[in-house]
């Protein structure tokens, strides 16, 4: 019977164990495609949270002064919601962050002024990795 237990390495050109990480392919590690999305990510960490400042004012506004210019606000900033959670998903499967790392980071982006800050620290860690 096979032994169907799977070793973390894998065996280079030259016949010498690699190590390699679960789940992730060796071209998704590269530099420069981590970069792209880590600047893709910090884009859309930013454009979240004045996004969500914005729709604090509009919250502001329509309760409690009962003044209706920003409605339109809440649907846009869904969508651009939307686009934080898919960068962050990018981001955090080419770095190899834990899924739950990832839901952290996703719902920074629902309280005001965290996702700056999130944005600036995972930023540091990820061009840490980089070097």
Sequence with gaps: ???VTQSNQSPS?????QERTPGLRTEQ???ETIRKALTFFKVMAIVVGCGLLLLTLQVILKYAFDNHAL?????PHGFIFIVYVV???NLGFKVGWSLGKMVL???????????????QRMSR???????
């Design 1 to 3: 019977m096979a032994d």
């Design 13 to 17: 050109a030259t016949g010498e164990p």
């Design 29 to 31: 590690r590269s530099p």
């Design 71 to 75: 409605d339109w606000w809440p649907q």
């Design 87 to 89: 960068a962050t998903a």
């Design 105 to 119: 980071i996703m719902l920074a982006g629902c309280v005001p002024f965290l996702s700056f800050w999130v944005e």
């Design 125 to 131: 860690q990820v061009e840490a990795l980089l070097g």
